[in-house]
């Protein structure tokens, strides 16, 4: 079996627009929050998110957009796209020149992409509302392909003339674990060389603000406070958007390029609660499923785990029920891996999350840090016993495990060792 | 073509002002539509919306389109003649073509169908097209483009004394190009080591297009067609050269008819290479005569089928939507 790596990586995040600014935000605790100017209203209880910075998304008129200079996007190409579109556009451009690759290295039929988003509610909400009020015929010709999940596959795929596998994974937030782990497959399996993994999210009012609704959003006020998983005072998560690519190749591939990987994907495990729609399962059991997979699949012991990137959201019965999840792999309390979740610094990024946590991972192992879990004020009792980091460590780990969980009771476990 | 034309005078509807007066509102929202497009665009669209005079359109359309053209290909749009090719000059396609159709529809208060975008190849037949929808006339025949083999097929004049190398005819005239070559045989004698084209030859050419015209863009009497045996020149009017005309020169050629009853056709012509002129015929006279039209095929389903270069040589097929779903 062909071993996989990580060569290549590209971040639009909360916390940074490429892996420098990234690195950075996670060694020093440093959150994307904000008081999100469109929640700022009476009537929404909702005060904050972790917006995208330096991008200008919030017309339903893409030639109204702006993003930074470093990147050009020509009329016909963002025609089609969702915001989270151009911030996944931007994320490739950057693994790209990370990774490396030549125009031929990107467009050949050994080369695949897979995506995850959830479509982009705010671009189909104008579009029906267009259709409703003026009519059928004049809704834009490419609101469709911008809109509905799988907008960003459709987009890059095309423009970066991608010629191999190509498809989207929708599994809420574990999505982009799953993209992860499938394109890990393909490789395994020799049907790809290379694949590119993305995940992406617009992250704006429409995206996040429907999840009020069933309670999952913090109403804290605070932007310091609002995402928290772990401590006992947490009451939901935080939205976010953005977009997040990894490169992963074969071996032969590493060789014969001459790269240096971040990591080594070592491989990974999937399980489902079969429980609730919305609900994760009260003892964790789909996820502890996951990482068993996970764990025997890559042939790695429990106690030989360094860290763990936890799904975590900050919700009341998500973290609780991952941290007894992690209590049953990890079961003695001296070899337990260090634990955090960066979400209390990204948000939750929903499909963007497994994407965006992997890519953490991959810069940790390179980098040698353990990010921190942020806003812990007071420990939930019932995650005691667990090595929870509330700040960052300066040490290298040696495997690192992702984990994520999606609505329908999806669960994912990736693993990542550094490369020998 | 024919189900098309059908199609189309099904829903060429003629322009209705609306009952209600242009108001503050309507052009608002016409410059919220239009803020994309240049000042003087809109001004005419105002101007079209409140009088419904058809003479604001072709500003209105060419402002459109403009828009939508990327900005270093726009320059070609500012001089251009109706010729320009909207795919193959302009880069627009099928998709683009879709966005200013949408944005003509909401801005000239129209709706367009599908099936009328088909024929619509160059900057021209949209003009025109346009203002036929507006003024509630008939659809023109779409423009055909012929290559020099399907020239050399239709004309009864034949190499070496064929001087078109490619055309285009609709019903308002008919344009071509011929490259001097400097092989041509008769520029051995003219003159002598100073090859120049003959204005004899200019005018020559420029009758080969009208000849042309008279047997792929001239309406006829059902059930009949113009014989290419029956066409012969018969007199001219006003010829004038302006620009000596040298091997490696392309002309540019372009004649309108101006009167047409059988079995006398009479047109205007004109010679440019580049922007300068090179020859200009008042009018060029010909006779022509009628033949019994052979009844042709008709395709299953009506797919359209190139019978006897009917819809252009192998040019794309313009503005389907391609869309895979």
Redesign the interface.
Known sequence: MPRVFITGLGFITSIGNDATQVTQSLRELRHGFELYPPFQKPEIPVKVAAPVRGFATDSTDCEDWSFPARYSIKREVLRGMAPHGVYAWCAMQQAVEDAKLSEADVSNAQTGLYAASGGSPYLMGHMLQRMHTLGVMRCSPLGIVASISGTVQFNLVAHFKIKGSSCGFASACASSSHALGFAYDDLVLGRQKRMFVVGAEDGNMDAILPFAGMRALSLQADPNLASRPFDVARDGFVGTGGGVVLVLETEDEVARRGVKPYCEVLGWGQASDGHNVAISHPEGTGLRAAMENALRATGTAAEEVDYVNAHATSTPIGDLSEAKALKAIFKTPAARPAISSTKSLTGHGLSLAGAMESGFCALAIRDGFMPGSAHISKLDPECEGLNIIRSTLSAQPHIALNNVSGFGGANVSLVFKQTS | MPEAVQLNQGSNKPFVIPGKPFAAEDEAALREALK?CSPSTFEAAVQFRKTGNPEHLPAVVIGVIERFV?PDLRMKLKDADDDLRLIEDLGI?S??M??IV?LV??VLQM?INNDELRNLRTVGDVKTFIDCKVRGLALPKPTKFLPIEQIAAIMPIQPPFLFLNEASVSSNGANGKYKITGQEFFLQGHFKDNPVMPASIMLEALGQLAVLYLLEGAATEPGKVISPNTIFFTGCEGVRAHRVCRPGDILTLSIKPKRMKMPLATFEGAIRVGQEKAAIAEEITMTFGFADAVAQPVPVNGATTKLNGENGAHAPTPFR?AVNT
């Open positions: 994309r990327e396609d998709l683009t879709m966005e949408i529809e909401d709706s939507a």
